[in-house]
């Protein structure tokens, strides 16, 4: 199975300040024949089920602010939130679709400073 | 608007048996991938089980495989999971969520069902 390790596990940002969530891959999830990262990230607001963001490492799903972006290829992965808002207190989940199991990193929780 | 919305959860004692439901609404059901995600309190996310659109294809996570059995009813726009052996660490949030139409992840969720295995 593929093991999805996120750092950090917590932070404590400024409003309008950046967020920066780390995903570290076991494989990678870069798939040749398309040159697309099968990896997505997603929002779980307290409360919440979760919500989808990011998709192929850097697509924003549809409605989602411009303030989230998506980089990485390969093994190593980022989401950014350029300008920390109070509505995006929630914990971060990044999490492979690349093989069966599909699997979840353990979550990263961001908290306003 | 979409709307998936699961039932069926409950106290059941280590050993029993439980069906969820999820009735989806406000879409082509039959035109997608569906799958159960589950999480423990407190807990992370971890995929339990998808199912293809006319249900030809099934697979399951390792930690449920020959316990637990997924399904549909296409005609009545349904989605189950149905659930034998149950075990404490079974116990969770139960969320039936849509996947994309392309294969990227899971744009919808229910609000979940939680299951709580305990004697």
């Known amino acids: 199975d593929i093991v999805l390790t996120q750092s950090p596990d917590s932070l404590a940002v400024s409003l309008g300040e950046r967020a920066t969530i780390n995903c570290k891959s076991s494989?990678?999830?870069?798939?040749?024949?398309?040159?697309?990262?099968?990896l997505a990230w997603y929002q779980q607001r307290p409360g919440e089920p979760p919500n989808l963001l990011i998709y192929w490492a850097s697509t924003r799903e549809s409605g989602v602010p411009d303030r989230f972006s998506g980089s990485g290829s390969g093994t190593d992965f980022t989401l950014t939130i350029s300008r920390l808002q109070a509505e995006d207190v929630a914990v971060y989940y990044c999490q492979q679709y690349y093989s069966t199991p599909q699997t979840f990193g353990q979550g990263t929780k961001v908290e306003i400073k | 608007e979409v709307q998936l919305v699961e039932s069926g959860g409950g106290l059941v004692q280590p050993g029993g048996s439980l069906r969820l439901s999820c009735a989806a609404s406000g879409f082509t059901f039959s035109s997608y991938w569906m799958t159960w995600v589950r999480q423990a309190p407190g807990k992370g996310l971890e995929w339990v089980a998808n199912?293809?659109?006319?249900?030809?294809?099934?697979f399951y996570g390792d930690s449920v495989k020959g316990r637990f059995t997924i399904s549909r009813d296409n005609a009545k726009n349904s989605l189950y999971l149905q659930m034998y052996s149950l075990r404490a660490e079974d116990t969770a949030v139960y969320y039936c969520?849509?996947?994309?139409?392309?294969?990227?992840?899971?744009?919808?969720w229910g609000q979940g069902t939680l299951v709580a295995v305990s004697s």
């Open positions: 199912i293809k659109q006319d249900g030809s294809e099934e």
């Open positions: 969520a849509r996947r994309h139409l392309e294969p990227v992840g899971f744009d919808y």
């Open positions: 494989q990678s999830v870069l798939y040749s024949s398309n040159k697309k990262n099968y």
